[in-house]
């Protein structure tokens, strides 16, 4: 069955990095895009980007356009997403999604990992 | 920027109610539509795609309509395992956006 793992919770220092990985198995990697989702605590849904699964291009929301790379690594089945520059304001739960369309990169997500729980703190 | 707009943002229902969601979005998107079901402490699910297709597996009590710049979820029959929140989800092209949410209480 499809599934997406991601990585442990991270406590980052405001300024600092932090690398969010998401390993897939279950379905063809490099056939399906996925994209990041963050949700801040308490608050609804927003989406960061996506990575195609079969092209690695990205695209990104505005927002994150100077601060944030997706890539993957066909091999493992694994993505990651790289976040810069961090504040406060980047504490929330990131999930990475799987679009339900093969060879689409904007689709309906179909399949979530678990989240990851970033939180920003001095 | 491209809004989806949701509403209400809560509601308080009783079990057996029908119970209607509205989403609008701020310029057309076609059917590229979804909604999602998030429980307390949960991962969103899927219920529907492409405005009205029922997600596999997902309870026929909920259905949904729309085109363009209108939509709606609908729950029949209202039960307490559909206490969440509930969010519309537009994928038609670049920026992807959600709405804000609608918290359905019982």
């Known amino acids: 069955q499809v599934q997406l793992v991601q990585s442990g919770r991270e406590v980052k220092s405001p300024g600092a990095s932090v690398k969010i990985s998401c390993k897939t198995s279950?379905?063809?990697?490099?056939?399906?895009?996925l994209n990041w989702v963050r949700q801040a605590p308490g608050q609804g849904l927003e989406w960061v980007g996506w990575i195609s699964g079969y092209s690695g291009h990205t695209n990104y929301a505005e927002k994150f356009q100077n601060r944030v790379t997706m890539t993957r690594d066909a091999s493992t089945g694994t993505a990651y997403m790289d976040l810069r520059s961090l504040t406060s304001d980047d504490t929330a739960v990131y999930y990475c999604?799987?679009?339900?369309?093969?060879?689409?990169?904007?689709?309906?997500?179909?399949?979530w990992g678990q989240g990851t729980l970033v939180t920003v703190s001095s | 920027d491209m809004e989806m707009t949701q509403s209400p943002s809560s509601l308080s229902a009783s079990v057996g109610d029908r119970v209607t969601i509205t989403c609008r979005a701020s310029?057309?998107?076609?059917?590229?539509l979804a909604w999602y079901q998030q429980k307390p402490g949960k991962v969103p699910s899927l219920l529907i795609h492409t405005t009205s297709t029922l997600q596999s597996g997902v309870s026929p009590r909920f259905s949904a309509t729309g085109t363009g710049t209108d939509f709606s979820l609908t729950i029949s029959n209202l039960h307490p395992e559909d206490v969440a929140t509930y969010f519309c989800?537009?994928?038609?092209?670049?920026?992807?956006?959600f709405g804000g949410g609608t918290k359905i209480q019982i």
């Open positions: 989800y537009k994928y038609d092209r670049a920026p992807l956006a």
């Open positions: 279950g379905f063809p990697f490099d056939t399906f895009s």
């Open positions: 310029r057309g998107i076609g059917t590229f």
């Open positions: 999604a799987r679009v339900g369309t093969s060879y689409h990169s904007a689709g309906y997500l179909s399949d």
